[in-house]
């Protein structure tokens, strides 16, 4: 008898993730499969799926992948690839194969609502607006119209987005009422911020604010004509861009007429010194963190930081919860990886930051490039450190728009009766990004 040698790929793309497995390299295979794999041929994209999903011990994605390498044209089996994929975080694989079983069967809504989940987790949020355009004569109300108004608040076509809300009703099933309220904030807020800014894609403040209510404090002076739009990449933080953070704070605060009795110290070390430092800037007294405290801003520097601390995940519970009257300020937050809890402002956006007394790279004498180690001083002199540092804002490479105070301020006002009603959980976009290059 002679043993059958397993099918393998014909496909260049799919022969390289192929080699990948056979090195044990799972997520390097897959990886290769995230661009292009639209025009692959998906038999022998499923063949390459279900030998990874074999070696991560997900026997329903591998299941689903060898009947779909069998039967590559069967709708049911196409969808059951998608829906594996999509519940196994691999929404991208999804698509191709959601697309082609509602091809063949325009019709199926299992098979739209599936593909909208899979374009929504890929942040592929116009493709799910043109889809569901296209389907629009065939929606029903729950979830379908909803998710037509959020995606396109997502992909920022706020026209549409107003007027598919009003031919949304409201809810029979109690469990859209939360999802339905929330779409109203978003809206309002929309609403408010539209007065004094523009809400077009390179307008990263104001979905920024839409989108998850918080207001960015400051914009990067990099890379916003690439696609950025105000968005950092990798960034090693400053003393001087602390306190400019800070001060912007201030203006915002003084133009939404929020008058906080104190600054609350959370229990993080780089927490704790923004905390003493904006206390000092503030000219408001610091106290330790209590989540029953009123009329106090909460300064976090990084909250993903904070959540990796041994108090972490029980602060970020009650922050989530927080009481009336508390303002939650985050100095970095990631746009890449939102925290689990939306601050109500935020002073800047990166993919990568390093605040600056935990060491980094710096320039010697010699002119040879060195890491530092961290600063060990105490708190409060480090803090007294950002005080005085300079907070005169970095030119960068001359694409970004001027951003000065007044014009935070005339945001602040315009907003003032919207702000500090946002959502508390973390929303996955600070906006859209209208540059494939950094999706």
């Known amino acids: 008898m002679f043993s059958r040698k397993p099918r393998r790929p014909t496909s260049p793309e799919l022969l390289k993730a192929w080699e990948s497995l056979d090195l044990g390299d799972v997520p390097g295979a897959l990886s290769l499969l995230r ?26 994605l591998r299941r689903a992948a060898e009947a779909l390498a069998a039967r590559p044209d069967h709708p049911q089996m196409l969808y ?4 594996a994929c999509v519940e ?24 739209l609502r599936e593909l ?39 992909a920022g076509d706020l026209a549409l987005a107003r007027s598919a809300h009003t031919l949304l009703p409201d809810p029979e099933d109690p469990q859209w009422q939360p999802t339905r309220e929330r779409q109203n904030r978003m809206l309002r807020r ?39 739009t105000g968005r950092f990449a990798w960034l090693q933080d400053t003393y001087d ?37 904006a206390a000092e800037v503030l000219g408001l007294p610091a106290l330790p963190f209590d989540p029953a405290r009123t009329d106090t801003v909460v300064v976090a520097y990084d909250l993903n930081e904070l959540a990796e601390t041994e108090q972490g995940p029980e602060t970020i519970e009650q922050l989530f919860d927080r ?34 007394w935990d060491g980094g790279l710096t320039v010697g004498e010699d002119g040879e490039v060195e890491q530092t180690g961290p600063d060990a001083r105490p708190e409060a002199e480090i803090a007294a450190e950002i005080v005085g540092a300079d907070p005169t804002p970095d030119e960068g490479d001359g694409e970004t728009p001027a951003d000065p105070d007044d014009r935070l301020a005339a945001f602040g006002t315009a907003i003032r009766s919207t702000w500090l009603r946002g959502d508390r959980a973390g929303l996955s976009s600070s906006g859209p990004v209208p540059s494939s290059r950094f999706e």
Not at 91 to 107: G, I, K, M, N
């Open 80 to 83: 059951d690839f998608g829906y």
């Open 88 to 111: 196994r975080g691999v929404s991208y694989l999804a698509v191709p194969a959601l697309r082609e079983a509602l091809r063949q069967v325009p019709d199926s809504t299992p098979a």
């Open 241 to 277: 861009q602390c306190l400019r953070g800070l001060l912007r704070l201030k203006v915002l605060l003084e133009a939404a007429e929020a008058h906080p009795a104190s600054v609350s110290l959370l229990p993080d070390r780089s927490s704790r010194i923004l905390g003493l430092a």
């Open 35 to 60: 661009s292009g794999t639209d025009s692959l041929p998906l038999a022998e994209v499923a063949l390459v799926v279900a030998r990874a999903a074999d070696s991560a011990g997900f026997k329903d």
């Open 323 to 356: 009481t009336p009257g508390q303002i939650l300020h985050e100095h970095a937050g990631c746009w890449t990886d939102p925290p689990a809890v939306t601050p109500d402002s935020v002073t800047l956006l990166h993919q990568s930051a390093k605040a600056p």
């Open 116 to 154: 909208v989940s899979a374009y929504e987790r890929e942040g592929r949020h116009r493709e799910a607006v043109e889809l569901l355009t296209a389907h629009e004569s065939s929606l029903a109300p729950w979830p379908d119209r909803y998710l037509l108004v959020f995606n396109a608040l997502m």
């Open 190 to 228: 929309a609403e408010s911020a539209a007065a004094v800014t523009p809400l077009d894609l390179t307008d990263l403040r104001g979905w920024q604010y839409v989108l998850g209510g918080t207001v960015l404090g400051t914009l990067s002076p990099y890379g916003y004509g690439a696609g950025m």
